[in-house]
Protein backbone atom coordinates (compact mmCIF):
# COMPACT_ATOMS: atom_id res chain seq x y z
CA UNK A 1 0.00 0.00 0.00
CA UNK A 2 1.33 3.55 -1.02
CA UNK A 3 1.30 6.47 1.20
CA UNK A 4 3.05 8.22 3.87
CA UNK A 5 1.93 7.03 7.55
CA UNK A 6 5.04 5.63 9.14
CA UNK A 7 3.64 3.89 13.01
CA UNK A 8 6.76 4.02 14.03
CA UNK A 9 6.96 7.87 13.93
CA UNK A 10 5.33 10.01 17.27
CA UNK A 11 3.12 12.14 15.48
CA UNK A 12 1.17 12.20 12.48
CA UNK A 13 -0.39 14.76 10.74
CA UNK A 14 -3.98 14.88 9.55
CA UNK A 15 -3.22 15.51 6.31
CA UNK A 16 -0.57 12.97 5.94
CA UNK A 17 -3.04 10.60 7.16
CA UNK A 18 -5.76 11.31 4.87
CA UNK A 19 -3.19 11.49 1.88
CA UNK A 20 -2.28 7.62 2.61
CA UNK A 21 -5.78 6.53 3.43
CA UNK A 22 -7.36 8.17 -0.02
CA UNK A 23 -4.46 6.56 -1.63
CA UNK A 24 -6.13 3.12 -0.46
CA UNK A 25 -9.62 3.73 -1.35
CA UNK A 26 -10.11 5.50 2.35
CA UNK A 27 -11.78 8.68 3.13
CA UNK A 28 -10.71 10.29 6.38
CA UNK A 29 -12.65 13.63 7.51
CA UNK A 30 -12.77 15.38 10.56
CA UNK A 31 -15.91 17.38 12.33
CA UNK A 32 -16.02 18.91 15.56
CA UNK A 33 -13.44 17.12 17.03
CA UNK A 34 -14.50 13.93 15.74
CA UNK A 35 -13.08 11.83 12.93
CA UNK A 36 -14.83 9.61 10.44
CA UNK A 37 -13.06 6.86 8.33
CA UNK A 38 -14.85 5.43 5.54
CA UNK A 39 -14.50 4.06 1.97
CA UNK A 40 -14.28 6.20 -0.45
CA UNK A 41 -18.13 6.54 -1.86
CA UNK A 42 -19.12 4.62 0.99
CA UNK A 43 -22.27 4.66 2.54
CA UNK A 44 -23.54 6.28 5.94
CA UNK A 45 -23.40 2.36 7.20
CA UNK A 46 -20.03 1.51 6.35
CA UNK A 47 -18.80 4.70 8.45
CA UNK A 48 -16.71 4.15 11.54
CA UNK A 49 -16.31 7.26 14.17
CA UNK A 50 -13.29 8.10 16.34
CA UNK A 51 -12.15 11.06 18.78
CA UNK A 52 -8.97 9.46 18.08
CA UNK A 53 -6.25 10.22 14.81
CA UNK A 54 -4.15 7.15 15.62
CA UNK A 55 -7.54 4.84 16.08
CA UNK A 56 -9.21 6.36 13.28
CA UNK A 57 -5.68 5.71 11.10
CA UNK A 58 -5.56 2.10 12.20
CA UNK A 59 -9.02 1.32 11.17
CA UNK A 60 -9.05 2.75 8.09
CA UNK A 61 -5.66 0.85 7.07
CA UNK A 62 -7.82 -2.02 8.18
CA UNK A 63 -10.33 -1.17 5.84
CA UNK A 64 -8.10 -0.98 3.06
CA UNK A 65 -6.79 -3.87 3.41
CA UNK A 66 -10.21 -5.81 3.56
CA UNK A 67 -11.01 -3.69 0.62
CA UNK A 68 -7.93 -5.06 -1.23
CA UNK A 69 -8.47 -8.20 -0.60
CA UNK A 70 -12.39 -8.63 -1.36
CA UNK A 71 -10.85 -6.96 -5.23
CA UNK A 72 -8.83 -10.19 -5.28
CA UNK A 73 -10.93 -12.17 -5.03
Sequence with gaps: MKGRFNPRRARVTLAEARVTLRDAGVALS???????????????????????????????????????AREWN
Design 30 to 68: KRDGEYRVNFLGGREASAYYTNDLVDAIRTGLDMARRLA
